[in-house]
């Protein structure tokens, strides 16, 4: 190549979370941003599960996505019950609540899910974004960007979900924005991803790297390690 000048492909590897309460569409969601399928008939996510997208993002750039697809089990109202020798004894909501730290450890973006058929899902979305929050941090000590779906918007019988009343709750809570999405008729979710993976992006250019006090992640260039032979197009 003329001058001596060498063509560089960058390559990110994102990890970005996937939660909600239970049923409200997480799993479809990513089975149609990933392989474009969908079925009515998904099993429940018990604990986590995981799917990579690889995004050409523009001619010099290439993005993994490391999608984790949290199980919907409630963060909120543990109960908890005394044993037999006194002690008090944790329930299985409340383990799931700390091993959510673990699952969110690293991550560098979230989409939070409601299904608009359920009003009960919307009002978790609060202290799943809490949860997020208060568990995983940018270096900076600010949030990692999250985005909230308003899930089977198909289903919609009616505008609930008033633009201005979203906006500002979006606002009031910390969302970067919000999307009317439907897996099963493929609406918005990819432009949710993309919303997110651009503001990802922003932040700074490049991988997440662990420091060492707590969970806080760093976004740093200098760490981007291209593990895998796909090239960029």
């Known amino acids: 190549m003329a001058g001596g000048s060498v063509f560089e492909c960058k ?5 970005v979370l996937v939660i909600g309460e239970l049923g409200v569409g997480k799993t479809s969601i990513i089975k149609r941003y990933v392989h474009q399928l969908f079925s009515q008939h998904y099993r429940a996510t018990i604990g986590v599960d995981f799917a990579l997208k690889v995004i050409n993002w523009d001619s010099k750039t290439l993005v993994r996505l490391q999608l984790w697809d949290i199980a919907g089990t409630k963060i909120s109202h543990c109960k908890q019950k005394v044993s037999e020798n006194g002690f008090l004894e944790r329930t ?59 899930n089977k918007c198909d289903q919609k019988n009616d505008s609930s979900n008033n633009t201005t009343l979203m906006d500002n709750f979006c606002k009031e809570t910390g969302f970067l924005g919000w999307f009317e999405t439907s897996a099963k008729d493929n609406i918005n979710v990819d432009e949710a991803a993309r919303f997110l993976v651009e503001n990802i992006l922003a932040n700074d250019k490049g991988l997440p790297y662990e420091e060492s006090n707590g969970d806080r992640i760093k976004l740093d260039q200098e760490t981007v390690a291209a593990e895998s032979k796909s090239g960029c197009c």
Request: hydrophobic share 40%.
């Open 11 to 15: 390559e990110y590897l994102f990890k």
């Open 92 to 150: 299985g909501q409340e383990r799931f609540g700390n091993m959510t730290r673990v699952y969110y450890k690293e991550a560098v973006g979230a989409f939070v899910v409601f299904d608009v058929t359920r009003g009960s899902t919307f009002e978790a979305v609060s202290k799943w974004k809490h949860d997020l929050d208060s568990k995983v941090k940018l270096a900076n000590g600010s949030p990692i960007p999250s985005v909230l779906l308003a």
